[in-house]
């Protein structure tokens, strides 16, 4: 499969990104990083707040290529899209994601305690090391998009 296929099926549809779009998410990405790395605020809070990152830089690569979400499992395909725009080698990083969505989830609606400080401090490093490389990949892929942002 590809976005192309997932738009076919009407589970994207088309989009036209810009710069300030683009800019806007990265600049939610950046305050939930900051603000998930404070230890004065529950796991839990600090795992969602690092999800949101994590969920931000997928919409980002997902808006970059064309495209956007339905809004019927939204996030779930927001996650899942992620190997298609960045390579198939990132299969494992989209079922990490999707474990967290569930974790996430759970934390927001069920019972507080799910994320422990650990799972909030991973969570934390992989969507920092996620945004890295989406900004890499933008200016490779759609430079237009991040003109004169550093990383």
């Known amino acids: 499969m590809s976005l192309k296929d997932w738009a076919d099926n009407h589970w994207l549809r088309a ?3 810009d710069p300030e779009e683009i800019e806007g998410l990265l600049s939610i990405v950046d305050r939930a990083l900051r603000d998930a790395a404070k230890r004065d ?12 990152a994590a969920l931000k830089l ?7 290529s064309g ?16 190997p298609f725009v960045l390579g198939k080698e ?3 990083d989209a079922a990490y994601l999707e474990a967290c969505r569930t974790k996430r989830n759970m934390a ?9 400080d650990a799972d909030a401090d991973e969570l934390l490093r992989f969507a ?24």
């Open 41 to 52: 605020i529950s796991s839990d809070w600090r795992f969602g707040i690092a999800y949101n």
């Open 15 to 17: 989009h036209q990104s």
């Open 67 to 82: 495209y956007r979400p339905e809004k019927t499992l939204q996030h779930y395909r927001t996650i899942a899209a992620l």
């Open 128 to 151: 920092a090391e996620l945004r890295e490389e989406v900004i890499a990949w933008l200016k490779k892929n759609h430079p237009r998009l991040v003109s004169g942002r550093e990383a």
């Open 90 to 92: 990132r299969d494992g």
């Open 108 to 116: 927001e609606y069920d019972m507080a305690g799910v994320a422990t």
């Open 58 to 64: 997928c919409t980002t690569l997902i808006h970059a």
